[in-house]
Nanobody, 125 residues
């Protein structure tokens, strides 16, 4: 069974930086797409960033130029480096996975079906 555990959330001032980590077990970096999503109360989950087996990435327009998704295959860990944080980035952030060999640009945000429990990120002004 694919298991994902997020960490690294917390509170930060606007303009600051934060890095989230997602430790995975039971997945293969050779075949899986991994992503970060976020959700606030009353809103649907929003795809933030994703990376495929080849290291190609995809970002939501709202975070382009500020967030960077990466992975360490040897450690089975996914990362989300968040810079220039804004209060609008406040949300519960989830690590997600999709078992597919398709490149990330061909995997829709609504296809990811394995989820971590989330880590809270709060950005204050």
């Amino acid at each position: 069974q694919l298991q994902l555990v997020e960490s690294g959330g917390g509170s930060v001032q606007a303009g600051g930086s934060l890095t989230l980590s997602c430790a995975g077990a039971g997945y293969s970096h050779n075949t899986d797409c991994m992503g970060w999503f976020r959700q606030v109360p009353g809103k649907e989950r929003e795809g933030v960033a994703a990376i495929d087996r080849d290291g190609m990435t995809r970002y939501a327009d709202s975070v382009k130029g500020r967030f960077t998704i990466s992975k360490d295959n040897a450690k089975n860990t996914l990362y989300l480096q968040m810079n220039s944080l804004k209060p609008e980035d406040t949300a519960m952030y989830y690590c997600a996975a999709k078992r597919t060999r398709r490149w990330v640009e061909y995997v829709g945000w609504n296809e990811y079906d394995y989820w971590g429990q989330g880590t809270q990120v709060t950005v204050s002004s």
